[in-house]
């Protein structure tokens, strides 16, 4: 019923219908109203309308967008007024009262008293459309400019004060339907539209509730990836969106705070913000509320935990969405920014925020810092704050060398290697193992040698390069404040690039946490699938052993019945047969004489290939010709055997013996605990595999959350690092004084407490 700008209603797919709401009469298919919309000056009675422009797609003619229960069109009138034509295709008694009571409520709101324009007006037509020879009813709305939630959101993913003010507004919007009684009935993204002066349009009004609604039946159940598990049709009224609208306004929080949040649970195909249906009636597979529960804003964590909590609750006992029941502790500001850590737009979790800097170039003639310490140079470029005096060189301030401690393995190895190198030449020289001629050169390479492994070993100890770092360290600073300008520039490029390796983590985070989502629900659904295949056969066979117990029954009866027919049949001589027309005394005889005494004495008759010889089959099999039994006859007996056969079944056992009846009983007993049993281990196996995979994306997720965090952490401590650096450099002239003689006197202490002659007392002495 209202467009974004490029022209698209928003979705009208998405709400369930409630059952036992059946049409009244048959109404038209989206096709049989685009068909008809071809001629709007027939199908139409509004003026608008019937002179208007229906929009047209390019092959199939006016473009509808089709749901379950209407087809949208867009009409322009004459004048250049955009509608949202709204055709319905299933009936229902009460649409006409229902939408003349939204009508009236939505009509009563006066502007001034509303936060923002989110009603939209319409016109209920009774005779909307012409369809073939019969009138349909549709509704007029005025169409309106604005963006899905979803293509809004992703538009602004990066500007967490324009999420924190729709988030806002999305506050007061909910507010102004609680304070009136109004119920939208489904609250999702698809009918919230944003303006572009950044207010909401609320559309499609089928399941609207207002006070003149009350006692009626939901006609919808609203999306179901927007809707409580325990949303009943009975929930109809004005506390309904409840559930709803704290699951939007957490999904717009939470992008606000971190809008890596969205990348990690939101799914562009899927429709839902960050929380669907599988969350809601499943929360302890999901994968979102672990993200939520435990992110590192605190009001994240709190409303997740709230809205967590209102799972199963029905719709009339959840708070409404209102400023006074989200306030809670680091509430956020009206600037939008949220509680705690701010972040760098990739839910960094960092705080502070550096400041901006213009190109620049200094002067030849720059004047001296003012009394604040601040240069005329650095104006607006750091915070103009006065830094505290750093204590001047050579002062307190200075670190103080305590020398060399306790000697480990490399100082022994030092040691020893000095003192080989340095005696041996001479030792050779005594032992005559070289000309004494060549001491001097051998005692000079010796010495160099000694002082190497001195030197080596002095560079090996950690107080040695500790003190070389901080004089490396001093040198910087001291090319730093030289030039304080190029420092500043290269300090802001350390910074930006600080920021631009950390959003590239947290991006490549981001998809790795969404594609633990994806792995996880195609895993589960793998998993259900295998699971039903393997139990199928097992459900099929026990649904069927109750046939099979009957059959079981009646085999287990049928010799029972056998032996009672074959009883009466003996007990029945032949001489009866005298009964049929065709039988007399002398067929009597030579049926007696072929051995044929009784009923039970034969069990039908054959009929040779000449239907003029017929034989009459005995029990065993044998065929028996009896002299004068042509077809007449045999027909006439065969059908006298089948009717003593009739009367005996019917006056046969009905039921098995008691203790064969319980062995059956006790059998398919067996085989029902048997398929059950199956069926219960292959739901174990099956939960067994998704609790584990469940337990390694968690465990996968955990950590790469907390990588996340630790580099946030590092990202953070780096960056208050070079932020200080930075407002160092604003008293830059006393800061390379003192640094300069703090250079100084880490080198003498260098050279002297940590100096070479000062090692080799070490190495002799240990102190």
Excluded at 329 to 358: K, Y
Excluded at 580 to 600: F, H, T
Aim: proline share 6%; aromatic share 6%; net charge positive.
């Amino acid at each position: 019923m209202a467009a974004s700008p490029g022209g698209a209603p928003g979705p009208v797919p998405g709400p369930v219908p409630v059952p036992g709401t059946g049409s009244a009469r048959k109404f038209p298919t989206g096709a049989n109203y685009a068909e008809a919309l071809q001629h709007p000056e027939l199908c139409f009675s509004d003026p608008d309308l019937k002179h208007g422009t229906v929009q047209q797609s390019p092959v199939l003619g006016p473009k509808a967008i089709s749901g379950n229960f209407a087809s949208v069109f867009s009409v322009t009138a004459r004048n250049g007024q955009r509608y949202a034509l709204k055709c319905f295709t299933r009936d229902s008694p009460t649409l006409g009262k229902r939408y003349a009571a939204i009508s009236s409520a939505l009509g009563g709101l006066g502007a001034g008293g509303l936060s923002q324009p989110w009603p939209v007006g319409f016109d209920f037509l009774e005779q909307g459309v012409l369809v073939g020879r019969e009138w349909y009813p549709a509704v007029k709305m005025t169409w309106i400019q604005g963006t899905g939630l979803i293509s809004w959101i992703e538009r602004n993913l990066h500007d967490p004060a324009a999420l924190h003010a729709l988030a806002d507004r999305f506050l007061a919007m909910t507010a102004d339907l609680e304070k009136h009684g109004i119920a939208h009935g489904d609250l999702q993204h698809g009918n919230l539209l944003v303006a572009a002066d950044g207010t909401f349009r609320l559309v499609d009004y089928d399941g609207m509730y207002v006070p003149a609604l009350r006692g009626e039946q939901a006609t919808e159940n609203g999306h179901r990836n927007y809707q409580s598990p325990s949303r009943s049709a009975a929930d109809f009224g004005p506390a309904m969106d409840r559930f709803s609208a704290w699951t939007i306004e957490l999904a717009l929080l939470a992008v606000a705070t971190d809008p890596g949040l969205w990348t990690q649970l939101h799914d562009r195909h899927g429709e839902f913000l960050i929380l669907s249906e599988a969350d809601f009636k499943e929360p302890a597979t999901s994968l979102a509320w672990p993200v939520l529960l435990t992110h590192p804003d605190q009001r994240v964590r709190d409303m997740a935990g709230r809205v967590e909590g209102f799972l199963g609750k029905p719709a009339s006992a959840l708070p409404p969405l209102t400023p006074d029941a989200l306030r809670i502790p680091g509430q956020r500001t009206g600037s939008g920014a949220a509680s705690g850590a701010s972040t760098n737009g990739h839910g960094s979790g960092l705080s502070g925020s550096r400041p901006t800097v213009t190109s620049w170039t200094p002067t030849a003639s720059a004047t001296p810092p003012p009394a604040s310490g601040v240069p005329a140079w650095m104006a607006g470029r750091v915070p103009a704050q006065t830094l505290t005096q750093q204590p001047a060189a050579g002062t307190a301030g200075a670190v103080g060398l305590a020398g060399f401690s306790s000697r480990r393995a490399g100082d022994l190895v030092a040691a020893v290697g000095a003192l080989l190198s340095t005696s041996t030449p001479g030792a050779l020289v005594l032992a005559a193992a070289q000309p004494v001629d060549v001491l001097p050169a051998a005692q000079g390479v010796a010495l160099l040698t000694s002082a190497a492994m001195v030197g080596l070993g002095r560079r090996r100890r950690p107080e040695y390069r500790a003190a070389r770092k901080r004089v490396r360290e001093l040198k910087r600073r001291s090319r730093e404040l030289a030039d304080p300008a190029s420092a500043y520039e290269r300090l802001e490029k350390e910074i930006r690039a600080l920021d631009e390796a950390l959003a590239k983590d947290n991006t490549a985070s981001d998809q790795r946490i969404q594609a633990l989502q994806i792995e996880l629900r195609d895993g589960q659904s793998r998993i259900t699938m295998d699971l039903n295949r393997r139990t199928d056969q097992a459900q099929q066979q026990l649904a069927g052993l109750t046939a099979k117990e009957r059959r079981l029954l009646d085999k287990a009866l049928e010799p029972a019945i056998r032996a009672h027919i074959q009883d009466k049949l003996r007990r029945t001589p032949i001489q009866e047969a005298l009964s049929l027309s065709n039988v007399g005394a002398k067929m009597v005889r030579a049926l007696q004489d072929a051995g044929i005494r009784s009923a039970a004495d034969f069990i039908g008759v054959d009929f040779s290939h000449n239907s003029s010889v017929v034989f009459l089959v005995r029990p065993g099999g044998q065929r028996v010709r009896v002299p004068g039994i042509g077809e007449a006859r045999a027909t006439a007996l065969s059908d006298w055997r089948q009717g003593l056969e009739r009367r005996a079944r019917a006056t046969a056992p009905t039921t098995v013996p008691a203790s064969t009846k319980a062995q059956i009983k006790s059998d398919i007993a067996t085989l029902r605990r048997s398929h059950k049993a199956e069926i219960k281990q292959a739901e174990a196996e099956a939960q067994q595999k998704k609790s584990a995979l469940q337990r390694r994306i968690t465990d996968e997720r955990t950590r790469l959350t907390g990588q996340r965090q630790q580099r946030a952490m590092d990202t953070q401590r780096k960056r208050a690092e070079l932020l200080q650096r930075q407002k160092q450099l604003a008293g830059a002239e006393a800061e390379r004084v003192r640094v300069v003689g703090e250079l100084a006197v880490a080198r003498k202490e260098a050279r002297g407490v940590l100096g070479a002659g000062r090692y080799v007392r070490f190495l002799v002495t240990g102190r």
